[in-house]
């Protein structure tokens, strides 16, 4: 795949709204194979996976070095992209507009794709879960943008169930009753698995790196249905 050269200014210019605002104040610097394309959706994801980010980490108090981490797997930042990267995470962090202008935008330019939103989603606990431990405030944080992106009541606690580990996990992370027949529960698995394969992501504007968030995915589905495979004698 060929990596575009995106500076701050130009993609800044064509996202508008907060995110664009955010990335013109950049201007003049280059950021190079994190954006991945001079188009406004893809560099949005990418854009505010670390706008989102460092709002989080604002919200909790501290980043610690494995939460810089899991950010740098999702988006396998090159070094010499990594200063780049930083003055935009630095700059989400002093940014007067507030999270919800985000997550708002980013539900506005994706209100067709649920799929991408929860990509999102799932790729915001990876880097909150990153010191193995999921903080209240971070927990209200995450809840509060799953809502503005759409995910409330059970569409938010199936996505929280493949991170955070509560009674009744299984059935809340393959989104079934826990009485539905054991075919239903193979069959649905099956389709689950085959829904949010890696090899779909591509598709959705991730970076490349992102793929880590479909395998885990997938990980937190098997992981479910062994679970009750193993319950229900299957």
Do not use: C
């Not at 539900?107 to 010191?131: C, G, I, N, S, Y």
């Not at 996505?159 to 059935?171: C, L, N, S």
């Amino acid at each position: 795949m060929a990596y575009g050269l995106i500076g701050g200014a130009g993609v800044g210019f064509a996202l508008g709204g907060p995110l664009g605002a955010l990335l013109g104040a950049l201007a003049g610097h280059v950021i190079d194979r994190v954006l991945l394309a001079p188009a406004p959706k893809p560099a949005a994801f990418s854009i505010a996976l670390i706008a989102l980010s460092a709002k989080m980490a604002k919200a909790d108090g501290v980043v610690v070095p494995a939460e810089v981490e899991a950010f740098r797997e999702v988006f396998d930042i090159p070094p010499e992209d990594l200063d780049a990267v930083a003055r935009l995470y630095n700059l989400a962090k002093q940014d007067t507009a507030g999270f919800e202008a985000y997550a708002r935008q980013v539900a506005d330019m994706f209100a067709d794709a649920p799929d991408t939103r929860e990509d999102l989603m799932d790729a915001l606990f990876h880097v909150a879960k990153a010191d193995h431990a999921l903080h209240e405030k971070e927990l209200v944080f995450l809840s509060e943008v799953g809502r503005i992106l759409g995910f409330e009541g059970l569409a938010y606690e199936r996505i929280e169930a493949r991170h955070v580990r509560r009674p009744g996990d299984p059935y809340a992370v393959l989104d079934l009753d826990p009485g539905a027949s054991d075919d239903d529960v193979k069959a649905h698995w099956r389709a689950l698995v085959s829904t949010h394969h890696p090899d779909r992501l591509a598709g959705r504007g991730l970076p490349p790196a992102a793929i880590k968030l479909a395998n885990d995915r997938v990980a937190a589905l098997n992981a479910a249905y062994s679970t009750i495979a193993r319950q229900r004698g299957l």
